[in-house]
């Protein structure tokens, strides 16, 4: 399995951190590979709420069907993913600082078939690498919205 997992923290408040990373049709605008992910059905979302997720990673296009494995509102949205060549654990949790929050970025791959372990080490520094900038994106697009900075 491969684990990358990374943090950051953006001057806004919890609850305008997580309905961003809750938006499903957003999420394209910052989560690099993802071309869509979409809630499979109606209702509110809960743990095994399916889910479908298509990417393009690397010019290699694919979908993945799946289902929240965590979902508590201003706190964490966690997922599990798969297709015929990967099974994806992605999960966000937030917490409060005095700044506004913090957000955790977590990905575990694990992959359906063989690699050499040097190449096992690149999708790692590459997944670690993604994971820096998916924050960084999500902490752009949230501080440029409209309204100030969390007040101290």
Known sequence: MIVAENSIEIRRPV???????????????????????????????????????????????????GALTTYAPDEEIAMRLSDSRFDIEMGFRLEATELGARVYHRVAITLKFELPRYMETMIQAGNMKQLGNNLARLKRLLEAAGGAPVEL
């Open 15 to 65: 609850p305008d951190v997580f309905a961003m990373i809750d938006d499903f049709e957003r999420m394209p605008t910052w989560l690099e590979s993802c071309v869509s992910l979409a809630q499979v059905g109606k209702g509110a979302r809960a743990a095994g709420t399916p889910l479908h997720y298509r990417y393009n990673m690397a010019g290699h296009e694919g979908e993945m069907d």
